[in-house]
């Protein structure tokens, strides 16, 4: 999700619900409605959490990007189509035209069906559109080495409240995003997604001063042409016309223009409210719904844009229940949500002979007619910080890395619900290699690394804490490593739980020396796993173990400008291969969407990473 997209397993229910914002709860209801036995063809109801925010400028985890990528909009977006259906750019990037994108309505379902037979062989590809804008610009390279892109603005864009989108508010909403004094808080994001563009990383740092908030004039009669341009990178033609210019030729760019970061906002709502932040309460995007209500911990309404510019959506409403509580099968059973994710206690339920885990005792053969499985572009991992002890000596983090079993974790302990991770790199993203193997479980060398590290053993480690994110029931995963750990090491180590939000922000300042974490593609690119979080210019915020390699810095800023595919995936690779090596991160396991939908829902795919798809799902009796 992007960032890129973070996300936390709270529960260790299943990675589907984490990636599309449709959380199964941890905690208890007190009321149980009971079985809804009307189906209202208007309505479709979710479980999910609360998102850390709404403004797409600070966008970093999963569960928020789930609800802005529904409710904004940004010039280009992210679609799922089949393989033969993308177009191919230069630098190999996939993307589809307007045509191509306005058909999708119609095709989406005889997609979907496709890929569901399919499985995990599924042809389906992450592909680049046109959103706000007309269609994908070709780059301009320029006499001085930077290129330019060119984006005209559909004239049908508007924001939900019917005022018209124009450039300037493109310009006002990448400024506002790289300024280092953004209220409530300076983004994290800015820096991995927009600070390719002309002078913006001198804003985002603090370097340059940003003059939007500096204008108070907000009172009728507003004139967006008012905004005031501070970064030369971002340039306004016309009032449909908006030039970005980037530092250098960078196949990947275009892809992050997709991410929240790079969204527009209404500056006229965002400036009335600037002292109180509410205006993301209820926000004047441009995206397919509506945000009409949020209640805390209670439920999120998204209504319909009936005139939303790629075509209404199928549904009028959204309702997502944000209460938790009880057991997301049952609810499921019950009609309280129409799609639920399927984990470790519920998986025997919907799995037949033909898997290893089928269990005749529990299998449901009606129940199992709706559960599918489709790919994920992810990776779990423990983070070890390199700056803080006992992980500033690579010895320790690679005895803590050979001193688990990635395979039995994934096909045993998680039956099969995910994949082992060797590498950084997911299928689905160029440079994947399936018989990469990394630091390979051995209990023997890593007892041998351990002793040899500058603290001599286990008892020289001091007190460790295994920080992971939640509140509830323990942290089941957390307790089967740390088990691990304590067999094969040695080592004794507490689990420390922190509910998600107050977990992200203090992951951002570096407090953490051991934790839990997972990582979702915000676009399928090599770039957005590699050099957003290992490159040792990263802020914390994004490179949260402080790793810093010059040799691997090189190679990545080597791939940064490398126009040939081929060239550029061994480039990623030979970074990964040194990453892995040292051990900054240890890869547990690749996610896959497991889940169960009801059979009068249409529509919907779980797909690999967050990618707005509630527009084409719809209840068919």
Not at 161 to 180: L, N, P
Not at 580 to 596: I, M, R, S, T
Request: net charge negative; charged share 25%.
């Amino acid at each position: 999700m992007k960032k890129g997209l973070i996300y936390a397993m709270v529960c260790l229910v299943l990675i589907t619900v984490l990636i599309t914002g449709l959380v199964a709860g941890c905690g208890t209801k007190t009321a149980n409605p009971g079985v809804r036995s009307e189906i209202d063809t208007s309505t479709i109801y979710l479980d999910g959490s609360d998102p850390l925010t709404m403004d797409p400028a600070l966008t970093g985890d999963a569960s928020s990007a789930f609800y802005i990528e529904e409710v904004f909009g940004g010039l280009l977006t992210l679609v799922l189509v089949p393989k033969d259906v993308a177009k191919e750019k230069e630098g190999g990037i996939r993307y589809i035209d307007s045509e191509t994108l306005m058909q999708m309505p119609k095709n989406w379902q005889q997609w979907i069906s496709k890929w569901i037979v399919q499985g995990e062989k599924a042809d389906a590809k992450v592909a680049m559109a046109p959103d706000l804008c007309e269609e994908i610009p070709e780059p301009i390279y320029n006499p001085d080495g930077t290129v330019s892109y060119v984006f005209k603005i559909r004239n049908n864009a508007k924001f939900h409240d019917g005022r018209e989108v124009t450039a300037y508010d493109f310009q006002y909403s990448i400024d506002r995003a790289c300024d280092s004094h953004l209220r409530p808080i300076p983004s994290t994001t800015a820096e991995l997604y927009l600070s390719d563009i002309i002078e913006a990383e001198d804003m985002i740092r603090g370097r340059i001063e940003n003059r939007v908030y500096r204008e108070k004039d907000i009172n009728e009669p507003f004139d967006i042409t008012k905004v005031i341009g501070d970064i030369p990178g971002i340039e306004v033609l016309d009032k449909k016309t908006l030039k970005i210019t980037i530092d250098a030729p960078k196949p990947y760019f275009l892809w992050k223009l997709t991410y929240p970061t790079a969204f527009v906002v209404d500056k006229l709502q965002v400036e009335a409210d600037i002292q109180k932040y509410n205006w993301t309460r209820r926000p004047n995007g441009t995206g397919p719904f509506k945000l009409t209500s949020w209640e805390r911990r209670q439920k999120i309404v998204l209504e319909r844009n009936k005139d939303y510019h790629l075509g209404m959506p199928k549904t009028e409403r959204f309702i997502v229940n944000l209460a938790g509580g009880g057991s997301p099968l049952m609810n499921f059973e019950e009609n309280e949500v129409y799609i639920t994710g399927i984990g470790k206690t519920t998986v025997g339920k919907v799995r037949g002979p033909e898997y290893s885990s089928y269990d005749p005792e529990v299998y449901d053969a009606e129940l199992a007619k709706l559960y599918i499985e489709t790919p994920s572009v992810d990776v779990y991992y423990i983070g070890f910080n390199s700056r803080m002890k006992p992980f500033d000596d690579m010895k320790v983090r690679q005895a803590f890395a050979m001193a688990i079993d990635k395979e039995k974790l994934a096909h045993e302990y998680l039956m099969d619900l995910v994949l082992p991770a060797h590498g950084i790199l997911p299928p689905g993203v160029a440079g994947y290699r399936p018989d990469f193997k990394g630091l390979e479980f051995n209990p023997d060398k890593a007892r041998q690394l351990l002793k040899e590290s500058k603290y001599g053993g286990p008892e020289g480690l001091g007190r460790l804490i295994l920080h992971v994110s939640g509140k509830g029931p323990s942290d089941k995963l957390g307790e089967k490593l740390t088990w691990e750990w304590k067999q094969n090491l040695g080592v004794e180590i507490e689990i420390e739980q922190t509910d998600f939000g107050t977990y992200i922000e203090d992951l951002k300042k570096g407090k953490y020396a051991l934790f839990e974490m997972g990582w979702i593609a915000d676009y399928p690119d090599a770039e957005d796993f590699l050099d957003l979080k290992f490159h040792g210019d990263r802020s914390v915020a994004n490179n949260e173990v402080r790793y810093n390699n010059p040799e691997v810095n090189k190679l990545l800023e080597m791939a940064r400008i490398e126009s040939n595919p081929e060239k550029r995936v061994q480039l990623y690779q030979q970074a990964e291969k040194i990453i892995v090596e040292e051990a900054p991160w240890l890869p547990l396991f690749h996610g896959k969407n497991n889940a169960v939908i009801k059979p009068f829902i249409k529509g919907y795919y779980s797909p690999p990473m967050v990618i707005p798809i509630l527009r084409f799902v719809e209840i068919v009796k």
